[in-house]
């Protein structure tokens, strides 16, 4: 008579490897789960700063009809207007001034301290373009590998 001594023991070892490997595979998948839904929630949140900037510009329309001139479109930091919360005395100008201290101030509370937005306008087309830009792959710089989120209006 033949004895099988050990048997049992090998085929418990293999299953034991079969589910760390399947656990090991269900962790990775969780942990790309994540990641995606992250950039999920911060394209989603662009989103909504873009058209929250839209409709900044399309309440101003003093200021927007100056196009490529207007203060929505300055490359210099903007700060908030304390006379414009409440004020009558806030100018157009000083309202996007606001605006844009408002909006870039959100941007970084919402994507980051690397989220950056900025808005070009086009005299001859009359059309506004605001880019949303972040680092979502968390490298520590926002550059081509990150995505962006770019929409147009006219106005």
């Known amino acids: 008579m033949k004895k099988n001594?050990?048997?049992?023991l090998i085929e418990v070892l293999i299953a034991v490897?079969?589910?760390a490997g399947g656990l090991l595979g269900l962790a990775?998948?969780?942990a790309a789960s994540l990641k995606n839904n992250q950039s999920a929630y911060n394209r989603s949140q662009a989103t909504q700063l873009?058209?929250?900037?839209?409709?900044?510009?399309?309440a101003n329309p003093t200021e927007a009809n100056n196009l490529a001139a207007s203060v929505y479109v300055a490359t210099t930091t903007?700060?908030?207007q304390s006379s414009c919360k409440i004020s009558p005395g806030c100018t157009p100008a000083l309202m996007a001034q606001n605006d844009r201290a408002e909006w870039?101030?959100?941007i970084i509370t919402a994507l980051g301290s690397l989220g950056t937005g900025s808005v070009t306008g086009n005299?001859?087309?009359r059309i506004f373009t605001i880019t949303i830009s972040w680092d979502d792959n968390r490298?520590?710089?926002v550059n081509s590998s990150d995505p962006n989120f770019a929409m147009s209006f006219q106005i």
């Open 28 to 30: 990775a998948l969780q």
């Open 5 to 8: 001594t050990g048997f049992t």
């Open 104 to 106: 870039n101030a959100n």
């Open 78 to 80: 903007a700060t908030a």
């Open 50 to 58: 873009a058209y929250d900037m839209a409709d900044r510009i399309r």
């Open 139 to 141: 490298d520590g710089a």
């Open 123 to 125: 005299t001859a087309t």
């Open 17 to 19: 490897v079969l589910l």
